[in-house]
Every structure is written in structure tokens, then in C-alpha cells.
């Protein structure tokens, strides 16, 4: 299985929804950092998904690429996991991001 790829920055919220469901899903992601301003990957993903918006998933697995966080999770879940019915409604509200930012994690 080839890995995921996330394209993703730091302080987005629905970027941490996104990561935060990779930890309980315990997947094998690679990580492209896409800060404001940054050089190397933001105009990669203008150019693949058409705009510059974040989180960004690749599945090359499946040939998969999407952005919009709710519907990565719901991939993830649905291709990896046990299904998107069982995403905890905490992690689906962003309470889980709120929480784990506090802790630092």
C-alpha cells in the first residue's frame, strides 16, 4: 500500500480535523506543509484540484483526490476504518482540534 498524501498547514482547523482522524485511524500519511506564502506545494495543489484550499488529500491507491476536510474524514473512514457512520461526532464537530490544541498535541 502506497501512503497518503495530505497537503495541509499548521494553524488550520480543518486541517487538524484532518490529521486528527489519521491518528485514530493509525494511517501511514505523508505530510506536505502548505504555509501561507509557501513556495514549494501550494501552486502543486492550485494546479492538481484547480484552487488553493486546505486540507488536500491524495489517495494514490485508489486514484482518489479531494479537499474539504468532512469528506476526507469520511473517505478515510469508509476506505481505511470501520466506515463513516463511526466517526465520533466530537471529531466531526472540531471538538476533538479544540481540545488536543490545548494539550499541544
Given at each position: 500500500q502506497i501512503q497518503l498524501e495530505l497537503y495541509e498547514f499548521e494553524g488550520c482547523p480543518f486541517c487538524k480535523k484532518v490529521r486528527e482522524a489519521v491518528?485514530?485511524?493509525?494511517?501511514?500519511?505523508?505530510?506536505?506543509?502548505?504555509?501561507?506564502?509557501?513556495?514549494?506545494?501550494?501552486?502543486?495543489?492550485?494546479?492538481?484540484?484547480?484552487?488553493?484550499?486546505?486540507?488536500?488529500?491524495v489517495d494514490p491507491n485508489t486514484k482518489i483526490e479531494m479537499y474539504e476536510s468532512d469528506d476526507i474524514i469520511d473517505y478515510l473512514y469508509d476506505t481505511y476504518g470501520p466506515g463513516k457512520e463511526k466517526?465520533?461526532?466530537?471529531?466531526?464537530?472540531?471538538?476533538?482540534?479544540?481540545?488536543?490544541?490545548?494539550?499541544?498535541?
Open positions: 491518528i485514530w485511524l493509525d494511517l501511514d500519511v505523508l505530510f506536505y506543509p502548505c504555509p501561507q506564502g509557501g513556495p514549494n506545494f501550494r501552486e502543486q495543489i492550485k494546479q492538481r484540484g484547480g484552487k488553493s484550499m486546505f486540507p488536500y488529500m466517526v465520533s461526532s466530537l471529531l466531526r464537530a472540531g471538538a476533538l482540534t479544540v481540545l488536543t490544541a490545548g494539550f499541544g498535541l
